[in-house]
């Protein structure tokens, strides 16, 4: 199972990358876990200073930004 976590205190633009993660999941129809991640000390763990992000197991794979539900779906299969 490949753990897609969504790090962000839930602001609108984390709301929306969770929304194309979970498309991007559901198109791909693998096994996927998507993880919401709004502590601000699990989320500086990562190394992350700017929300939104996403990482795919432990690794960040994009700060900053909504990755569209393509971009996202190139970065988890």
Do not use: R
């Not at 999941?25 to 000390?41: C, F, P, Q, R, S």
């Amino acid at each position: 199972m490949v753990k897609i976590k969504i790090l962000g205190k839930g602001c609108p633009k984390c709301k929306k990358l969770m929304e194309n993660a979970e498309k991007a999941a559901h198109e791909l129809d693998g096994d996927y876990e998507i993880i919401k991640v709004t502590d601000i000390n699990e989320i500086m763990k990562f190394g992350v200073m700017m929300t939104p992000a996403i990482a795919v197991g432990n690794e960040v794979k994009s700060v900053g930004k909504v990755l569209s539900t393509e971009e996202i779906k190139k970065i988890i299969s």
